[in-house]
Nanobody
């Protein structure tokens, strides 16, 4: 059974870069045909797909966030990471990592505030 766990700072200052890591257990992030995603949910709003990385390492980004987002992976650690630059309070959200649309981490709250 695959398990995903998000980790990273819960508080980020405006204009800084938010960095989160998703650690995967029970499955390899290089397994064929799986896509690994970052999704967020701002307070009072719906879920927003931010981007993802495929089993082969190809990356995909939400167009509106593409200029600020970078997703990478460390296959030796079975982890993938999210970096979101130049954050503002509007980036405050619960951030989730997922495998496809069925397997999700528990989410981590990130607040952008000075």
């Amino acid at each position: 059974q695959v398990q995903l766990q998000e980790s990273g700072p819960g508080l980020v200052k405006p204009s800084q870069t938010l960095s989160l890591t998703c650690t995967v257990s029970g499955a390899s992030i290089t397994t064929n045909n799986y896509y690994w995603n970052w999704i967020r949910q701002p307070p009072g709003k719906g879920l927003e797909w931010m981007g993802g990385i495929s089993y082969s390492g190809s990356t995909y980004y939400r167009p509106s966030l593409k200029s600020r987002t970078s997703i990478s992976r460390d296959t030796s650690k079975n982890q993938f990471t999210l970096q979101l630059s130049s954050v503002t309070p509007e980036d405050t959200a619960v951030y989730y990592c997922s495998r496809g649309y069925l397997d999700w981490g528990q989410g981590t709250q990130v607040t952008v505030s000075s």
